[in-house]
């Protein structure tokens, strides 16, 4: 697993792991300039854009991981007005889960 100094590094890492595991998968994929929209990539689905917000962990709990899927006490709240998807990365199983956003808001 990789070392880094912050959970900003670890954050900017997961990202580019996400879109180098999109664009494997044929995905068009669009990325923001700068930190100031609510989701950290976006992939085109021909006419329709899908906004995901990328989260990761290496926090364990019992025979899971814990991911925390909401904003710093900095940032707006995410809405479904946001984005779409969640996308969780498990560090030290290499593994993504895809959320859609409604599951996590109802």
């Keep these: 697993m990789p ?22 998968r044929g995905f068009t994929v669009l990325k923001p300039w700068g ?11 021909g006419t329709r854009v899908v906004r995901v917000q990328v989260k990761s962990t290496s926090y364990r709990v019992d025979t899971g991981y814990r991911c925390q899927f909401n ?28 959320i859609p956003a409604p599951v996590l808001f109802n």
Excluded at 35 to 45: E, G, K, R, T, Y
Excluded at 75 to 98: H, M
């Design 35 to 45: 930190d100031s929209q609510p989701f950290d990539v976006a992939l085109n689905f």
């Design 71 to 98: 904003t710093n006490f900095n940032s707006r709240k995410y809405t479904l007005d946001l984005l779409d998807f969640f996308a969780g990365y498990v560090v030290p199983q290499k593994a993504w889960y895809l």
């Design 3 to 24: 070392k880094f100094r912050t959970f900003k590094e670890r954050g900017e890492w997961v990202e580019a792991q996400f879109i180098a595991e999109a664009l494997g």
